[in-house]
């Protein structure tokens, strides 16, 4: 504890989990179960019960029958929560009744991973992406949401719902910041491109790190570059991106980027709020999907992934870019891995093991990434008369210049250039390769 700053009690959530009889789940309960409180934690809440709740039909205005209603007012009544949490898509409407009838602060999904970005962003654009969002999603809620930014404020905290003026006042006010927001985004971003712009004049691939949130991104990105970024059992410990360069086997250097983690049902608010930093990923040059494959629902996470990369744009089966890392092999006996590699034969991505935390297979996948890598990439050398400072300059600018050798009037340079910059050059500048 850091002296001077109070310890608060910790907040407490009571959790309900719908099931649809009707549809049933890929994954299991309990890991749905252990996934929301996941969620929980990841806010500081301490989870007091969880009720699983079947239903084979959803009540408009109050999404739960009569009956169930009841019964968990009853368990609320003998938990006093600080919030309750329906891990499901609830409408304003659904929201405010049972808000009304349970006499507790309720949020969906999207509210609380909203809560959890809010608490994690920290660059500018993070920040504005997800308050954007959050303005986004409360826009059309009836409720002001519970949110961290406004807890932080000294808000009012979970209780208490606003009289109807309050709404519309706020609702105004929503309106105005959406557009401000939107507008310092764009700033932000035009700035942001600049910087992509000359980002990609440097000749270095970049490789992202993708997965599900807790797969171990941010312990292989330690791993690999010996930094010391943020990684923790913690849902979405990582928000923002971060980048690093690196070297690869025969010296090729590159850019490794660090990334938000994805989820099941990731808000649709959110993924258009990040859609800038979601595409970064997808412009890489090599996609490194990390699976954590000590879970026993390691499938259904990386179903989920595939999914929103696919929503991205990105040809997942067919795109060569992709690399899929099975990380914490170290969790699994022999037995358990052999069959696994079994199972994960049928596509021709690249497949590799690895133990973030131990190092193992960090080598193997360094050498895939080298591969890809080269194959967009070529190692030749020019000689340039030594008049043509624009061909040397191009050269310097849009390759990396290993070697440069100056005689009286030639000079001649070796570099690593990208196929299509190759063709580019050659075709302007009228030299070829030696
Ligand atoms: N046993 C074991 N644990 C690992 C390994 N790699 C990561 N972990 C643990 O898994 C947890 C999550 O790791 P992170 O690196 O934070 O995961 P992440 O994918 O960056 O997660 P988000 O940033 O939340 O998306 C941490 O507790 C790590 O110590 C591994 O190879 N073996
Ligand atoms: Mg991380």
């Known amino acids: ?119 994690r962003a920290q660059t500018k654009e993070g920040l504005l992406q997800v308050e954007l969002a959050a303005m986004d999603y409360q826009k059309s809620r009836l409720v002001r949401s519970w949110t961290h930014l406004e807890r932080q404020r000294g808000g009012s905290g979970f209780m208490g719902g606003p009289g109807e003026r309050q709404i519309e006042l706020d609702r105004r006010i929503i309106s105005t910041r959406i557009t401000k927001l939107k507008k310092e985004l764009e700033d932000v971003r035009r700035t942001r491109d600049l910087g992509k712009k000359s980002r990609q004049r440097v000749p270095f691939p970049i490789i992202s790190l993708v997965g599900y949130t807790n797969a171990g ?43 938000v983690g994805f989820i099941s049902d990731l808000p649709t608010h959110l993924i258009s709020a990040f859609r800038a930093t979601l595409e970064q990923i997808t412009e890489a040059d090599v996609i490194i999907h990390v699976i954590d494959a000590s879970r026993k629902d390691y499938m259904a996470q990386k179903n989920d992934v595939i999914q929103i990369l696919k929503d991205l744009g990105v040809d997942y089966n067919k795109d060569e870019r992709i690399i899929e890392v099975f990380n914490k092999v170290d969790l699994l006996d022999d037995e358990t891995v052999n069959g696994f590699i079994n199972c994960n034969k049928y596509t021709d991505i690249p497949k590799i093991l690895v133990s973030a935390h131990k190092g193992m297979g960090v080598t193997a996948l360094l050498e895939h990434v080298a591969e890809i890598t080269a194959k967009n990439c070529k190692e030749v050398q020019f000689n340039i008369d030594i008049t043509n400072g624009k061909a040397i300059a191009w050269l310097y600018s849009n390759g990396e210049v290993i070697a440069r050798h100056d005689t009286e009037d030639i000079v001649e340079i070796s570099l690593r250039l990208d196929t299509a910059e190759l063709e580019k050059f050659q075709k302007n500048f009228g030299y070829n390769p030696v």
């Open 1 to 119: 504890m850091h002296i001077g700053v109070q310890e608060l009690d910790p907040e407490s959530a009571y959790i309900v989990q719908p099931v649809d009889k009707r549809q049933p789940s890929e994954r299991d309960i309990s890991y749905i179960i252990e996934e929301i409180g996941g969620l929980a934690r990841a806010i500081d809440l301490v989870v007091a019960e969880t009720r699983v709740v079947n239903y084979s039909k959803i009540h408009a205005g109050s999404f739960f029958g009569k009956g169930t209603r009841a019964e968990i007012a009853e368990d609320i009544k003998a938990h006093t929560p600080s919030i309750v949490i329906v891990n499901c898509s609830l409408s304003p409407i659904q929201q405010r009744n049972l808000e009304t009838e349970w006499g507790a602060k309720v949020i969906d999904r999207t509210g609380l991973i909203l809560e959890i970005f809010g608490a």
């Open 217 to 259: 991104k941010s312990t292989l990105f330690n791993n690999i570059t010996n930094a010391d970024v943020f990684a923790k059992d913690l849902l979405f410990a990582t928000l923002d991106p971060t980048m690093r360069r690196i070297t690869l086997p025969q010296n090729q250097e590159a850019i490794l980027a660090d990334t």
